[in-house]
T-cell receptor, first 109, second 114 residues
Framework: AQRVTQPEKLLSVFKGAPVELKCNYS??????LFWYVQYSRQRLQLLLRHISRESIKGFTADLNKGETSFHLKKPFAQEEDSAMYYC???????????FGSGTRLLVRP | GAGVSQSPRYKVTKRGQDVALRCDPI?????LYWYRQALGQGPEFLTY????????KSGLPNDRFSAERPEGSISTLTIQRTEQRDSAMYRC????????????FGQGTRLTVV
């Protein structure tokens, strides 16, 4: 079975500190990995996907197939980064997303 | 519309009642998905439509749950004889096509069964 694991329910950091939100997955094929974000009272939205290999709002994530990880990183956290972050997997030739349980990031001033 | 629209935003219903949740996808989006999210969990797949065809309903938990998208646009998720365990956030998403395009989510419907 495919699984996405986000081990931290809550991650609290101070403004300006580095952030790493962990995501591990189990899948034997070639997955597509995503990070979704939900800011307070807003809808779930795509933050980035591994095939794009781009930086969004200062966040990056690298797919490590050896470690089956897709950790989300940002060198200097901002207060506006406070939100729920969900890692998601889509297996090849599929359409459905498999989400982790989410990590709440709290950036304190 | 500008985005995926779901209604109602909040629904409180008594056990045993039927509820219908509506999703209006982004115009022109072929693919439509329903997810359910319990408190403290991530969204879980329920069902998927390609145009009006329900391609996959493997995530529907039991036969009290059904969904339709008769004209390939608006979709309705119906829960019959609701139970307390049905309480959750129900999220709808749409995408231009099923592969390699971003899925856009609606605001969700928070269902509470009392």
């Amino acid at each position: 079975a495919q699984r996405v694991t986000q081990p931290e329910k809550l991650l609290s950091v101070f403004k300006g500190a580095p952030v790493e939100l962990k995501c591990n997955y189990s899948y034997s094929g070639s997955p597509e990995l995503f990070w979704y974000v939900q800011y307070s009272r807003q809808r779930l939205q795509l933050l980035l996907r591994h095939i794009s290999r781009e930086s969004i709002k200062g966040f990056t994530a690298d797919l490590n197939k050896g470690e089956t990880s897709f950790h989300l990183k940002k060198p200097f956290a901002q207060e506006e980064d406070s939100a729920m972050y969900y890692c998601a997997l889509r297996e090849d030739s599929s359409y459905k997303l498999i989400f982790g349980s989410g990590t709440r990031l709290l950036v304190r001033p | 519309g500008a985005g995926v629209s779901q209604s109602p935003r909040y629904k409180v219903t008594k056990r045993g009642q039927d509820v219908a949740l509506r999703c209006d996808p982004i115009s022109g989006h072929v693919s439509l998905y329903w997810y359910r999210q319990a408190l403290g969990q991530g969204p879980e797949f329920l069902t998927y439509f390609n145009y009006e065809a329900q391609q996959d309903k493997s995530g529907l938990p039991n036969d009290r749950f059904s969904a339709e998208r008769p004209e390939g646009s608006i979709s309705t998720l119906t829960i019959q004889r609701t139970e307390q365990r049905d309480s959750a956030m129900y999220r709808c998403a749409s995408s231009l096509n099923p592969r390699n395009t971003e899925a856009f989510f609606g605001q969700g419907t928070r269902l509470t069964v009392v």
